[in-house]
Every structure is written in C-alpha cells, then in structure tokens.
C-alpha cells in the first residue's frame, strides 16, 4: 500500500503507554468506522498497542529472545517498521538499527518515537518502499543480528535487498502472506538453501504448511 485510500495527509495521534515505555500511536479509534480501503490510522500495531500497551507477545517474546541474545555489534534492519515498536525494542537493548518505513505519516510517528526516546543516534529511517529492485541506501559493514519484515506480502523484495550480505545475517524474522502471494514456499526453500532452519514463534520447527492466511516464521542459522 502507497497512500492512505481514504485521502487522509495526516492522521490523528495519541501518546499511550506501552512496555517499551510511552509511544505515540494513531488514534485507530477515529478512523476504525472507515469502509473499505487501506488506512495507516487504523492499523492493528496501533490499535493493539493503544488498547493493550504492547504488540503480539507471541511474536515479540521470540525477538526479544534473539536481541537479548545476540552481539550489540551487530545491525539489526526493521523492514516495515510503523510506529517502531522492534525498532525501539532493539535500539533500546544497545543496537543499531536501520528503520524503512514507505508510509509518509507512518513514518513520521516512527521518528516522532525514535525522538521521545532520545534512541536518534541509535537508529536510521529510511523513508522508502520496498518493491522490485529495492536496493538498501546504505553499506552493510557489519553482521546483521536480526532483519525483520511485516511487508503485507513484499517480504521477497526485502530478503532480496539482503541477499549481498545474507552470508553475515543471523536472524530473519518474517511475516509469511499467502492470502498475498504464491511465491513464499520458493523464497523459504531458498533461505532453508542458505543455511537457515524455520520455526514457528512457539520454537516449533515449520513444517511447511501454507496453508493458513498469515503465518510469521523465525529463520535462523544452523539448527537448535
């Protein structure tokens, strides 16, 4: 998604409190009647984290894991980082980390969060959309602890983005979309290829089953 749909420039926002600490999210509730049609206000990051102060804790307890866990040396890229909830969580455990966020507004919270959070010499918003060709506007020189992407079904483009420094990434942490798109099973094999194994958020190993709508893989290398 390019734009919000509904026309909006600007979407309201509200500072709640979170686990991270206090954030400023949209305000999903003014925009929540919306019909049909992509709207940055009400996405559900916002909506989860204004209602219950923190985003999926099956998926964030994993990444808290591989953070707590990995090298402060290492870069940790948020692909479709919003609001910046992983962005903040990895800043504020010592990481660099570089930020990409296309949604114009969205990523004008996402700085707004970074800032409150004094985190500004920590991290780099790169305001881009990911698609065909994304190149990352930046030279990787170092490994990368952690590369994350909720892309609503470019993951492909993302992981590609990576593919010059793959060999020095030690976690990928990935919403898979089949409801999107039919090319996850090839990205995933291709990855499996590479060295890494897949689970599931609860540790469990995947068992390559697309068959539900939206699943989000840990990928890491070598096996537990």
Known sequence: MTHCEHGHTRHKRICVATDLGPMYVFDSFEYEDLGPGWCPGRHAVCDRLRVEGRWEAVDTAPIRKILENGSRNN????????????????????????????DPDAAH?????????????????????????????GVVGRDVELVKSDLEGAERYAVAACKPFLDRVHHMYLEISPVFADYYPDMVDDLLADGFTAYYPDNRLFNDDYSLTQINLRLSRGVE
């Open 75 to 102: 870069l940790v890229i948020d692909f479709g980082a919003h609001a910046g909830w992983y962005t903040l969580m990895a800043a504020q455990l010592g990481y660099m980390v570089w930020a990409i966020e296309g």
């Open 109 to 137: 919270l996402l700085r707004a969060n970074i800032a409150m959070h004094r985190l500004q010499d920590r991290v780099t918003v790169f305001e881009d959309w990911v698609d065909t060709g994304y190149i990352l506007p």
